[in-house]
């Protein structure tokens, strides 16, 4: 076998794998293939000293395995929901809380903090931002990760956050291309499909993806979406469509960076033609970068099957050429052998978690939680003895983008900073009817109520639950942890909050909005009575 076609291929994967530790079949595919890059999830991360041991000792490998160039390592770093980074961090908003804030520089500002905190973790890349217009209520996979409904907004925002976190010395990634916001299917799950025609695409979809390729984009990340205004090929998803990488992304939006696929693992892709095949079909679409984040057979699998064709000139290798020319060139741009400590121990840098981000970030949830409605409820004034009762939306469901292990019960927490007398009671929706009147009279001995919400669906008994506190007239303030759209299931009630993720420091900014004791101003980036 050719060795120098076998790296060649190999440059073109990212992939993943489980541990805090470089595991001994990484090591070796990192000597037998030269893998590109890798991919980060929380299954990874740790403390910011073990993060930054494992990206150490990548790159170790990488530098004896002959890398010319450092590895990439990337990790999807949107903040709010979709966030990897864990303990000993800053927690920074997420796109729809800075939305919310009316000011793209924040955009900028946070890009460029974020940055810092990835890089100085040995984290080169993130997968972000987000410039996906979510116009559609019922998108269950975009939501929140947007920066709002307007495509000049996101076109706006989506352009500070890129070069923020540039000028931090990160690689970025504009997703999901061309447009995930109006669709109502998780492509995780299955193939959605966005049928507007070419010239609606171009004003909404494509325009935020132009602002920030015309403004100096790294990479651009492909949607697994069909959009048979573009794909006349039925079912035929962005992601392997030539006419939408090579001729749209390519040719008409004159984009020469690197194009990367989404994972190939997802159902929207290995339900359809698979992961292996969807490799090659995605190189002859025009895309650079294969992700394949788990399964360590298909990432072999997939090396192998593209080198077959090759040596079988049943796929031309001119596509490999051009794709490595296009990613040494972001390389030689971002990534040099002496930017990486490959030497002893080196302790976390002091940017991690430092006073100026946390304040940054305090500052920019001020600006972005969103009183929607008050009619005279807040701000609360409670005596010392007075009892608070927060309700937890114990089963709120998770994006499968989300890290479960970051919807923490957060919202007692953070209302107990401000008042001691606190309680909690988790509601799910398999509550019985027994069990929502039992609430409701428990809630009776309270003096003030804390409704938390994660995305209400139709049928939700949070709904009904709801209903039975405003009819009891009792003081309660809702706080929509989430989606945005929730009081359109629950307009009755007279206080509702927007934090648009569950995150500490957002909650913790609601709570003292409610208790007067923080000045909030988010406006909502987004119609939330159509």
């Known amino acids: 076998m050719n060795k120098s076609l076998v790296k060649e291929v190999g440059k073109l994967l990212v992939i993943g794998f489980p541990g805090k530790e470089v595991p001994d079949y990484i090591r070796r595919m990192m000597h037998q293939y030269h893998i590109g890059g890798m991919i980060l999830f929380s299954r990874n991360i740790g403390t910011p000293e073990e993060v930054l041991r494992l990206t150490t000792d990548l790159q170790k490998e990488a530098k004896k395995a002959g890398y010319t160039h450092p590895l990439l390592i990337c990790v999807d770093q949107e903040n709010g929901v979709v966030r990897r980074l864990g303990e000993g961090t800053t927690i920074f908003p997420g796109a729809m809380a800075l939305g919310a804030t009316n000011n793209p520089k924040n955009a900028y500002h946070i890009g460029l903090a974020t940055a810092k905190e990835l890089k100085a973790l040995g984290i080169n890349w993130n997968l972000a931002p987000v410039l996906d217009v979510n116009n559609n209520p019922d998108n269950p996979v975009i939501g929140v990760r947007s920066f709002g409904e307007s495509a000049e907004m996101v076109a706006d925002f989506g352009r500070q956050m890129m070069q923020g976190m540039q000028d931090g010395g990160v690689i970025t990634t504009l997703k999901h291309f061309p447009g995930h916001g109006d669709t109502n299917v998780d492509s995780h799950l299955d193939l959605p499909v966005i049928s507007h025609h070419k010239e609606r695409l171009k004003k909404v979809e494509l325009l935020p993806f132009q602002t920030s390729i015309d403004a100096g984009a790294d990479t651009v990340m492909s949607a697994h979406v069909y959009f048979p205004a573009i794909e006349s090929k039925q079912g035929v998803p962005a992601t392997l469509s030539k006419k939408v990488i090579t001729e749209l992304l390519r040719t008409e939006l004159a984009f020469d960076g690197v194009v990367t696929t989404d994972c190939l693992e997802m159902r929207a892709i290995a339900n359809g033609v698979g992961t292996e095949q969807s490799a090659v079909e995605a190189i002859k679409a025009g895309v650079d970068l294969l992700i394949i984040s788990h399964t360590a057979n298909k990432q072999q699998d997939t090396i192998q099957k593209i080198i077959q064709l090759i040596e079988a000139n049943e796929l031309d290798r001119s596509f490999i050429t051009q794709s490595i020319r296009r990613i040494d060139s972001l390389k030689e741009k971002y990534l040099h052998w002496d930017d990486i400590q490959l030497v002893g121990e080196e302790a976390v840098p002091k940017v991690i978690n430092c006073k100026q981000h946390e304040e940054i970030a305090y500052q920019m949830y001020k600006e972005s939680i969103t009183v929607v409605k008050n009619e005279n409820v807040i701000p609360v004034s409670l005596k010392e003895k007075d009892r608070v009762l927060v309700l937890w939306p114990n089963d709120g469901g998770t994006m499968g983008v989300e890290d479960k ?117 988010g406006t909502s980036p987004v119609t939330i009575f159509p």
């Not at 007398?421 to 003030?448: Q, S």
């Not at 007239?473 to 934090?499: C, E, G, H, W």
């Open 405 to 521: 292990r970051h919807t923490t019960h957060a919202l007692d927490e953070a209302v107990k900073s401000y008042h001691k007398e606190v309680d909690k009671i988790d509601v799910t929706d398999d509550m019985t009817a027994l069990d929502i009147e039992e609430i409701v009279a428990k809630a009776h001995h309270y003096d003030f109520i804390f409704v938390g919400t994660l995305t209400i669906t139709i049928g939700s008994k949070q709904v009904t639950l709801v209903e039975k506190l405003a009819k009891a007239q009792l003081s309660f303030v809702v706080i929509a942890m989430r989606s945005p759209y929730d009081l359109r299931y629950i307009p009755q009630v007279k206080a509702y909050i927007n934090t648009y993720e569950f995150t500490y420091p957002a909650l913790q900014v609601a709570a003292g909005a409610v208790f007067g004791k923080e000045k909030v101003s």
